[in-house]
């Protein structure tokens, strides 16, 4: 399991994002979650942004679910975990930068209204 901390000037951790297996689903394949705590919370149910598993009949389809992305059942194609787990961080990211650019043009319109 990867883990990735960020540490502010303190040494204290300020971020954290990891992968972690928490168990099998219905069907016997592993299931992924990922956590997130960007301002050092501690790790819990909330921490969780996405889960992912294969598939029980076609190994090159994967099911995810984000709520963050607010992607309830959702299917990704891949050779691997570690693809998807990488595709999933980068539509997070992609995700996030459209959040911020909304968020941007919205206060733009609104200082303009000023």
């Given at each position: 399991?990867?883990?990735?901390?960020?540490?502010?000037?303190?040494?204290?951790?300020i971020?954290?994002?990891?992968?972690?297996?928490?168990?099998?689903?219905?069907?016997?394949?592993?299931?992924?979650?990922?956590?997130?705590?960007?301002?050092?919370?501690?790790?819990?149910?909330?921490?969780?942004?996405a889960?992912?598993?294969?598939?029980?009949?076609?190994?090159?389809?994967?099911?995810?679910?984000?709520?963050?992305?607010?992607?309830?059942?959702?299917?990704?194609?891949?050779?691997?975990?570690?693809?998807?787990?990488?595709?999933?961080?980068?539509?997070?990211?992609?995700?996030?930068?459209?959040?911020v650019?909304?968020?941007?043009?919205?206060?733009?319109?609104?200082?303009?209204?000023?």
């Amino acid at each position: 399991m990867k883990h990735e901390f960020h540490y502010n000037i303190k040494g204290a951790a300020i971020m954290s994002k990891y992968w972690k297996n928490i168990g099998n689903n219905k069907y016997g394949k592993p299931c992924y979650a990922l956590y997130f705590t960007p301002f050092g919370e501690d790790e819990s149910d909330d921490a969780v942004i996405a889960i992912v598993a294969q598939d029980n009949e076609d190994t090159k389809y994967y099911n995810y679910t984000s709520k963050e992305m607010n992607v309830e059942d959702d299917w990704l194609f891949g050779d691997n975990i570690d693809d998807i787990k990488d595709e999933i961080e980068e539509m997070l990211i992609e995700h996030w930068e459209n959040e911020v650019e909304y968020l941007e043009d919205k206060l733009k319109a609104f200082k303009e209204e000023e």
